[in-house]
């Protein structure tokens, strides 16, 4: 195996498993957010949010490392190397929204515990 076929082979597995991780949410947040009925409750809530933005900031820094590796590195992944860094954009993009997402629903449920004192 030459060491184009095996950085090609290698970053293959790399977007597979990163694609396999895509889950801004992992928890069921829309019935935590039905259930909510306090003002610690919603509180709660928007802490889990703000750590689910923390979680996809990083995100989008370990997709701009590695977005930077393949501009870099482009002439190891050959023909991949447009495919890989077009990848990462996305990646970058999608985890940028869903940070905002998960932002914007903290404040409103600091905002509802805030009009329930």
Not at 89 to 116: F, P, T, V
């Amino acid at each position: 195996m030459n060491t184009k076929t095996f950085f090609t082979v290698l970053a293959t597995l790399g977007l597979l498993v990163s694609c396999a991780q895509m889950n801004p949410q992992p928890m069921d947040m829309s019935q935590a957010a039905q259930e909510a009925r306090t003002p610690p409750d919603h509180i709660a809530l928007a802490k889990r949010y703000e750590d689910a933005a923390k979680e996809m900031r990083e995100k989008v820094q370990e997709h701009k490392k590695q977005l930077e590796e393949y501009e870099y590195h482009s002439n190891l992944y050959a023909k991949q190397a447009q495919n890989l860094q077009a990848h990462c954009r996305g990646l970058i993009r999608y985890y940028e929204q869903a940070a905002e997402a998960n932002l914007s629903m903290a404040d409103s449920h600091r905002k509802i515990a805030a009009e329930a004192k």
